[in-house]
């Protein structure tokens, strides 16, 4: 018998044509990709300001850091190299949201869906991080399940290598995410069903 998949399932975060996603920021296209490599390239040239980034200097982002079009798209840094106190933070924020629904589109504080857990749990450790869960695996460095560690994000993904859902990795085989619909948020075994890899921030 099948497994029925875990999904996202705000409509926001879903793709309206193949190859694409929609953003409910609303900034995507021609213009936001080259207003992001011109941001790029500001701050390898050293004459953007720097912005807030845990555990990394501007300078070290600037060399570090590709450019990503979803990243640049949703106009978020791109994090790497995150300390372990922040990674703690983070998960520990997700935690403090333990038993409460998954919700379709739920960004909290009562409810989430799974990419909208990431972001908050993320935010209240100092962490920017786009909506949807395809732009959070594009946020950081793709690595296999094998080398996740505690606070690397786990993403599973359709045929296609569309990013469906998202979860923040505690080790162990464990990980802590909102589900799917009538489901609560919590710490479960990892589920290898279209498990897709691991994104270090």
């Not at 995507?28 to 992001?36: D, E, N, Q």
């Not at 505690?170 to 948020?185: F, H, W």
Request: with cysteine; net charge positive; aromatic share 6%.
């Amino acid at each position: 018998m099948r497994t029925q998949r875990e999904c996202e399932r705000t409509e926001a975060c879903r793709p309206t044509e193949r190859g694409r996603q929609a953003s409910p920021v609303g900034r995507s296209g021609p213009r936001a990709a080259a207003v992001a490599l011109a941001v790029v390239a500001a701050l390898a040239a050293g004459t953007a300001p720097a912005l807030a980034q845990p555990a990394a200097t501007a300078a070290t982002a600037a060399t570090a850091a590709p450019a990503s079009p979803a990243a640049g798209a949703e106009g978020e840094r791109i994090h790497q190299a995150l300390s372990s106190s922040t990674v703690e933070k983070a998960i520990d924020a997700a935690e403090s949201h333990k038993g409460k629904p998954y919700a379709w589109g739920g960004t909290g504080p009562d409810s989430f869906d799974c990419s909208g857990l990431v972001q908050a749990s993320f935010r209240e450790a100092g962490v920017r991080l786009p909506r949807i869960a395809q732009d959070q695996v594009n946020s950081g460095t793709r690595i296999s399940y094998s080398r996740a560690e505690r606070g690397d994000l786990l993403y599973w993904t359709d045929n296609g290598g569309y990013a469906y859902h998202v979860a923040i990795y505690l080790g162990g085989g464990r990980m802590i995410d909102a589900p799917s619909s009538g489901r609560r948020i919590g710490e479960r075994a990892v589920t290898h069903y279209n498990l897709a890899g691991a994104v270090r921030l």
